[in-house]
């Protein structure tokens, strides 16, 4: 396990907030069971989540360690696309999830358990189910995703991704002919008031600003081909935003649209939200230099751009 003790030098914020922001590979839920556990202190005492320590209060927070979170290496096939000391960059294949869930999920089956197979000695990261993920991407989601071997690593990524200094591209292939053919999309996104598990546009409170900016890279048969970058990153951020102008992506079976998903599942063979990450560009957390990671469309996607194309 991990033990910290420091003192807050700032008032006015709730317990689980601020210990998000210190603590950015753990989930808020994960950290209010840890206080439900009494497993965080303020001076000396168990609090509630929604606590708002005063300044130069003392916090103690202990963090089980990994194995006891009961997450096991797994032989996953890992996609490098780059690797050294301290980054390992991965073209994540679709229909697996980043890292196991707080609740006990996927404790087997994720990244994170490849990681732990292919990479054991390399990770001085432990305590969490969470360990180096730097950001996320959807089960169904391919592409780019970028993982710290350390704690220095770690938090200078994770200052880039709260900064929205990285630039991050996707490919997404969405119903309809969408027009203008270059546009930016500002709403907020937050929980869905009707069910939690999903993200909806929230205006006032509960959203949270979002950004999405796109252009269209090829018109096909009902259907138009985008590089969409993101300056924000919220949880199915660019999956909301495209349903709510009425284009959501294709095969993706929580916002998208059952009929135009029946069509292009039995005419053009896609099995799952046309979503690849692209491409990301950020500072290097040791040496500093700019650096530009691109994964190539994953195979199952370009099949199907390849027989939208003959159609054409």
């Known amino acids: 396990m991990r033990q910290y003790s420091f003192c807050t030098l700032t008032t006015g914020e709730r317990l689980d907030k601020l210990l998000v922001h210190l603590f950015p590979t753990l989930s808020r839920s994960f950290i209010q069971e840890l206080i439900a556990q009494e497993k965080v202190l303020v ?20 963090i089980p360690s990994l194995q006891k979170t009961g997450i096991v290496p797994a032989d996953i096939p890992l996609d490098i696309l780059y690797e050294d000391k301290d980054l390992i960059i991965l073209n994540k294949q679709a229909g697996i999830v980043v890292h196991p ?28 189910n969470r360990p180096g993920i730097v950001h996320r991407l959807d089960k169904d989601t391919s592409g780019v995703l970028l993982i710290a071997k350390h704690e220095q690593a770690m ?36 929980r869905s008031l009707q069910n939690r598990k999903e993200m909806a546009i929230r205006i006032g409170k509960g959203g949270r600003y979002a ?3 796109y252009q269209v890279e090829q018109y096909y048969h009902q259907s138009s081909l985008l590089s969409v ?37 039995t005419k053009y063979g896609l099995q799952r939200q046309f979503l690849h990450a692209y491409k990301l560009r950020f500072i290097h957390p040791m040496h500093k230099k700019q650096m530009e990671v ?4 994953a195979f199952d996607l370009q099949v199907v751009l390849q027989k939208l194309s003959e159609e054409d």
């Open 101 to 128: 869930s707080d609740n006990g999920g996927h404790v087997s089956d994720s990244i994170v358990n490849a990681l732990l197979y292919h990479r054991p000695s390399d990770f001085s990261l432990k305590g969490t």
């Open 155 to 190: 938090r200078y990524m994770t200052e880039q991704w709260q900064n929205r200094t990285v630039f991050k591209e996707y490919k997404a292939l969405v119903t309809g002919r969408i027009t203008p053919q270059t546009g930016i999309i500002e709403a907020p996104v937050g």
């Open 294 to 297: 691109i994964a190539p469309l």
């Open 229 to 265: 970058h993101i300056p924000t990153g919220r949880t199915h951020q660019i999956r909301v935003h495209f349903k709510s102008i009425g284009h959501p992506v294709l095969l993706d079976q929580t916002y998208g649209n059952a009929k135009w998903n029946d069509i292009f599942r």
């Open 43 to 62: 001076n000396k005492k168990a609090v509630l989540a929604h606590t708002i320590p005063r300044k130069k209060d003392l916090i103690e927070i202990v």
């Open 211 to 213: 950004q999405t900016d």
